[in-house]
T-cell receptor, first 113, second 114 residues
């Protein structure tokens, strides 16, 4: 168990809908990262937050957004969903003094039908 | 394009044999590399990491080798066990200097034959 908690484990929704994925980082970790994993693209970095502020952006679509709250949990919001958004979404966290070593949650499997 | 890639998408080895998983990277500024193991239905799990000022690092049954000259990384697993069956990813920090975030390769599926 990595200590990173993601909910829900599975999400099934329809095109055009909006969903929210939730992540609680390991205790004491200030950085939260979101990654998307699909069969053809592998693990793609989406966005990173550090202590409530956006720190870095990767291949995140404009339809997607995220935030990190004062209690350090994070949410990834996916809107106007398309079939191609179906993927595993992982959250990871890291420590201040070892910030490159990411610890991943078990992921949320999103299926857009 | 993808800056971190794997030579073999699938590797099949006999239980008890040693496994070598290879990875090429293209960003010479990368100063940190890490290997993850992902079992079915789980998130990536840290195995071992190495900084660019080293060329070898050993853990429990695993060794990572870094060849900066040819931008190549490998993961050696000694005496593979059924529990080693998983997808293995290499990742790099492409920004160097301690910046955050990792870029992952597409992964190699390691299959352990009984």
């Amino acid at each position: 168990d990595s200590g990173v908690t993601q909910t829900p484990k599975h999400l099934i929704t329809a095109t055009g809908q909006r969903v929210t994925l939730r992540c609680s980082p390991r205790s004491g970790d200030l950085s939260v990262y979101w990654y998307q994993q699909s069969l053809d693209q592998g693990l793609q970095f989406l966005i990173q937050y550090y202590n409530g502020e956006e720190r870095a952006k990767g291949n995140i679509l404009e339809r997607f957004s995220a935030q990190q709250f004062p209690d350090l949990h994070s949410e990834l919001n996916l809107s106007s969903l398309e079939l191609g958004d179906s993927a595993l979404y992982f959250c990871a966290s890291s420590r201040q003094g070892d910030r490159e070593k990411l610890f991943f949650g078990s992921g949320t499997q999103l299926s857009v039908l | 394009g993808e800056s971190v890639g794997l030579h073999l998408p699938t590797l099949s080895v006999q239980e008890g044999d040693n496994s070598i998983i290879n990875c090429a990277y293209s960003n010479s500024a990368s100063d940190y590399f890490i290997w993850y193991k992902q079992e079915s239905g789980k998130g990536p799990q840290f195995i071992i990491d190495i900084r660019s000022n080293m060329d070898k690092r050993q853990g429990q049954r695993v060794t990572v080798l870094l060849n900066k000259t040819v931008k190549h990384l490998s993961l050696q697993i000694a005496a593979t066990q059924p529990g080693d069956s998983a997808v293995y990813f290499c990742a790099e920090n492409p920004w160097g200097g301690g910046a955050d975030g990792l870029t992952f390769g597409k992964g190699t599926h390691l299959i352990i034959q009984p």
